[in-house]
């Protein structure tokens, strides 16, 4: 974990090679000017240097993996966080976090019906849905499988859910529609309090940060400060945002994929914009801590390499 100084500039645009969604125009300090997903010098020689780390393993051995084998190897994180203002009444609260269905041709309802079964078996007091359900147009078959499995999940204090830059890229108002049918509540710059007794929980949502959809300030007027408080944000990097303000106590992102392919040495040659600086993991930003999920869909090229899909079980203790 790092400690890590404050930045509030962030990009404002969308990858260009999605066809038929609108540009958006960058808004982006001057060494940021450039397209989201361009191959750089540096990642060009980090691609080759993974490429010739990866020989041994190349050929049909090696594709299958990546393509058919890690894609389907979901993996259950256990992560015990200690949240100095979390009231004892919530020590040992689980909370399941799931992230990037993507649902489309790969992400099919079998693999979404496996993944919820585990779910539901860790028996969580909560479910977080972290964005992007689905990936590109045309979005109406993906969501006749996607509604009545997420039905399915159960957790003591409920699902929910906040959207992502896909989900607005898409049709927001056909996926706001789904999760409403499939029981998800919406975090839209919003809060809700769960409660033990007289004790609370504060657990809030932006909206997408990417589309300049998530609102903080209101939210943070209408957040109570008596009690820990929980942000669901799609993007990890908006942390640089969350964390100075010194209300949360943790923020939980997806958005990254932690880069699919984790190369040797070099790591994730691609990241997209606002999922660098917090690509995987847990990190400790100021009092906040953040933690951004793997995923558990893709977005093309599909493979996964040293980055297995997430389910991630997060227990919370009170240390106050």
Not at 65 to 80: F, L, M
Not at 278 to 298: H, K, V
Request: proline share 9%; net charge neutral.
């Amino acid at each position: 974990m790092r400690q890590v100084v404050a930045d509030n500039s962030f990009p404002n645009q969308r990858p260009a090679d999605l066809p038929g969604e609108p540009q958006m125009p960058p808004e982006l300090p001057t060494s940021e000017q450039r397209p989201p997903w361009r191959i750089t010098r540096r990642r060009l020689l980090g691609a080759a240097l993974g490429t010739a780390l990866a020989a041994p393993v190349a050929g049909a051995a090696g594709y299958g993996y990546v393509r058919e084998i890690e894609p389907d190897w979901v993996a259950v994180e256990r992560i015990d966080l200690p949240l100095p203002r979390l009231h004892r009444a919530f020590e040992g609260y689980r909370i399941i976090q799931i992230s990037d269905l993507h649902m489309d041709s790969w992400m099919t309802p079998d693999r979404l019906r496996d993944v919820v079964g585990r779910i539901n078996a860790l028996a969580p007091d909560l479910i977080a849905i972290t964005g992007d359900f689905v990936t590109h147009q045309p979005i109406a078959p993906h969501l006749d499988g996607l509604v009545p499995e997420l039905r399915r999940l159960a957790a003591r204090d409920g699902v929910f859910g906040v959207l992502g830059n896909h989900d607005h890229w898409t049709d927001p108002t056909v996926v706001r529609a789904a999760l409403r049918a499939a029981g998800v509540t919406e975090l839209r710059n919003a809060a809700r309090a769960i409660r033990r007794g007289d004790a609370t929980l504060h657990l809030a949502g932006v909206d997408d940060h990417w589309v300049g959809a998530a609102d903080l300030e209101p939210l943070l007027d209408r957040l109570p400060t008596d009690a820990g408080a929980i942000l669901l944000a799609h993007e990890p990097d908006f942390a640089e945002r969350s964390a100075p303000t010194g209300r949360f106590d943790l923020q939980l992102s997806g958005h990254s994929h932690g880069g699919q392919m984790n190369l040797p040495i070099i790591g994730a040659p691609i990241l997209p914009p606002l999922g660098r600086k917090y690509p995987r993991g847990r990190y400790q930003i100021g009092a906040m801590i953040q933690y951004t999920n793997r995923g558990l869909g893709m977005v093309r090229p599909y493979g996964r390499f040293n980055c297995r899909p997430e389910i991630t079980l997060l227990t919370l203790h009170a240390t106050g």
